[in-house]
Structure formats: C-alpha cells, structure tokens
C-alpha cells in the first residue's frame, strides 16, 4: 500500500522551513498579537481577494458572525443561506440573532440553486449568505441579480474557496462581504484563523471594531465588541503558503482531473463537475453514488476505509435535519431543500491534497473500481 502507512488520508497538514522561522521570529519579538504578522497576512488576503480591505479574526465561523453583526440585524430579520453547507454557516447566523431559511442546491455544483432562492425572498429578508461548497463558487451573477433587486446584503461563505475564481474575477472581491476559513485543513491553512473580505470602507471600519472590543484607540470604545482577534502565531503559519497557492490549486486540480477521467465510466458514480465560468479551488473531491451503482454510499465508504482510503461523508445531512435545529424557533425550514436531502445520501470526498502521488492516484482510482464493484 502506497507509503507503506495503511492510509491514504483526507487531508495533510504540514510545516514547512519558512512557517516555522516566521512562527519562532513571532516568539522571540516578544508580541503575540495585533502586530505585523496579522496586517501582512491581512495584506496577502487582499492580494489573493482582490478586495480592498480583509479583516483577520481567530477562526472561520467568527468571520461569518462578525460580517453578519456589521449589518446590524434586528430580530426578525432572515437570512437566506444553501440547505447544504457544514453546520458553522447556520450557527453562524443563529449566533447573530436572525432567522435562517434555506434555499435548496443544484445537483452537479451543490450550491445554492437561484431559482430556489427567489421565492424565498420576503420583506424580512436581510442577507443572502450563498456558500462555495468544496471549492466551487455558486452561481454568483445569479444570485447577485436576486440581491440586488431586492436590495439583500450579500456575505459570501467561501470557507473553502481560498483562490477559486467566478467567471475572471477571484471569489472575496465582493461590493458586499466574503469570510474564508483558514482550519488546520483547508487549502491554505493557521491552525485556526479566518478572514471578512469587503471593499465597503464602512463596513471594513465596523468589522475592525467589532473583532477589538469596538475599540478605535486604546479604551476608546465606539461600540459594543468583541475579542476575535488573529494572534501574531496563526498569521505566521498562514503567510508563507500564499506563495504556494498557485502550486497547490494545480496539483489539486490536476488529481481531480485524474479521478474524473479514471472514474467516469462507473454505473452509478457521478463525478463532480465544474462549471465552464468558474475555477474550483478543489477543496474536495466529491463524487455522487447514485442508485445506479452496485453497492450503497455507505458500503463503498466501507469498502474504500478498509482499503485504506481515508474517504468521508460530507455532509451526511441537509444542515438543518437535527432535532436542535428542526425545533428551533428561528431556524425555518419550510419545505425544506429536497435535492439538498438526497444529495446528502449519496456524496463521499476522496483524497484530493497537493501531497498525493502518482502511486496514490493510481490506488485511489483502483480501489473506488474494485469497491464499486459486486463480491
């Protein structure tokens, strides 16, 4: 077996040379936060973006608490986010105060689909929260035209979209806000860290507040914040990988690209397309078990783990099909996103990272045929 390990994982999180002098620099200045490691990450975030102004604060979900509060929700207020996302997208909102509605997702993208968002609009419609899941941005000019006609504020969850690009632009550049994650195993990751993205001056003035106990000056206080600030540590960690993200967005995309060959042909298995306008930053590989297939979802996931594939599910679930959201007050379903359910059964995630090799492709690929495949 590949590495001679028994595993092939889902994600490697590594430390190069540069990450540990720029994070042992940190320790020895004596300054561990609010210092210029957070403002060069913060400058190298609006390099990646495009967008004028990029908010650091201590974790992805943060970022989307922290762009929703600079809208000053009231309570009542909805937002509108996909029925398919990882559960920090809901909390978030919840967190904020507002009511969530969900629209459902397009099959082949697993983003929200705009024509299912336009019903749901509504005069207590505040914010449209679409989410560039596994990399993949939404279908941004569509959703847009929905926002803009209804005057919606527009927060982008591109947790997982560090360098996808919709049609020439690069997701973050938004007139409204986008928040990315930097976990332990996104793309670019700082352990834990995360960003708010805008070219709204006013807005990027609030945020600043809100993530430093809305302080402008030391203990001059202009509104009611919080401590969400990125230390001097995690900036360090993050910084020396934007020079590779080029690099590891090819090599990503250069084994998504093999799987699909190399799999396409399978009864059964859809493989994940990309739209022609838009540039998947490949966070995950994710492939669609169909009824057509010999075996089920979960028995191929089987399968592929005792093979050593460390293959996962995300997500099991539509984000609101727990009993903590279906009975919460402010969580409002509907009729729910039915493709948003369905999909939830039948997707798995290969391996997709930078770090695989050939011999690792070449497993993979044989592995998910044999397993496809009636003992």
Known sequence: ?????????????????????????????????????????????????????????????????????????????????????????????????????????????????????????????????????????????????????????????????????????????????????????????????????TDDDALAERLRLLRNHGMRARYQYEIPGHNYRLTEVAAAIAIPQFDRLAKISSERASNADYFSTHLADLPGVVTPVTRPDRTHAWHQYTLRITKGCAVSRDELLLRLNEAGIGAGVYYPRAVYDYDCYRTHPRVLIGEGGAVAERVATEVISLPVHQHLTESDREFIVTAVRKAATPR
Do not use: W
């Open 1 to 197: 077996m590949p590495g001679g390990a028994g595993l092939i994982p889902i994600s490697v999180v590594t430390c190069e040379p540069e990450q540990e002098a720029l994070v042992l620099q940190v320790l020895r200045s004596g300054k561990l936060t609010q210092g210029a490691m957070v403002e060069r990450f913060e400058a190298l975030c609006c390099e990646m973006t495009g967008a004028r102004h990029a908010i650091a604060v201590n974790n992805g979900t943060t970022a989307l608490v922290v762009a929703l509060e600079a809208l000053r929700l009231r309570p009542g207020d909805e937002v509108i986010t996909s029925a398919f996302t990882f559960v920090a997208t809901l909390n978030a909102i919840l967190e904020s105060g507002a009511t969530a509605r969900f629209a459902d997702v397009d099959s082949d993208d697993f983003n929200m689909s705009p024509a299912s968002l336009a019903p749901l609009v509504n005069e207590r419609t505040r914010v449209v929260m679409p989410v560039h899941l596994y990399g993949q941005p939404a279908d941004l000019d569509a959703i847009t035209q929905i926002a803009d006609r209804h005057d919606l504020a527009m927060i982008e969850d591109a947790a997982q979209a560090h360098g996808a690009r919709y049609r020439d632009t690069p997701v973050g550049s938004t007139p409204g806000q986008a928040t990315f994650s930097f976990y332990a195993t996104k793309n670019l990751q700082s352990g834990e860290g995360g960003v708010v993205t």
